[in-house]
């Protein structure tokens, strides 16, 4: 049996970090690079401390670089 994981953040976390995306077939709100680096630390017990660390490196790369 399938069980959603549902949670809820309050409002200022959910709306923070998002990039509107103009395409030529719609407008889309995608989450930025800072914000999905902060996600994977927050859920760092489920997605593996090494993937969110790897992710973290990876930022840091392409922002020095």
């Keep these: 049996m399938f069980h959603p ?3 809820t953040f309050p409002r200022e976390n959910v709306q923070a970090g998002f990039d509107k995306v103009d395409r030529n077939y719609g407008r889309f ?3 930025n690079k800072p914000k999905t680096v ?3 630390f927050r859920f760092r017990n489920k997605l593996g401390e090494d993937l969110a ?3 973290l490196e990876n930022y840091l790369k ?3 670089a």
């Design 29 to 31: 709100k995608v989450y």
């Design 38 to 40: 902060c996600d994977m």
């Design 53 to 55: 660390l790897e992710g």
């Design 5 to 7: 994981l549902m949670s």
């Design 62 to 64: 392409a922002f020095t």
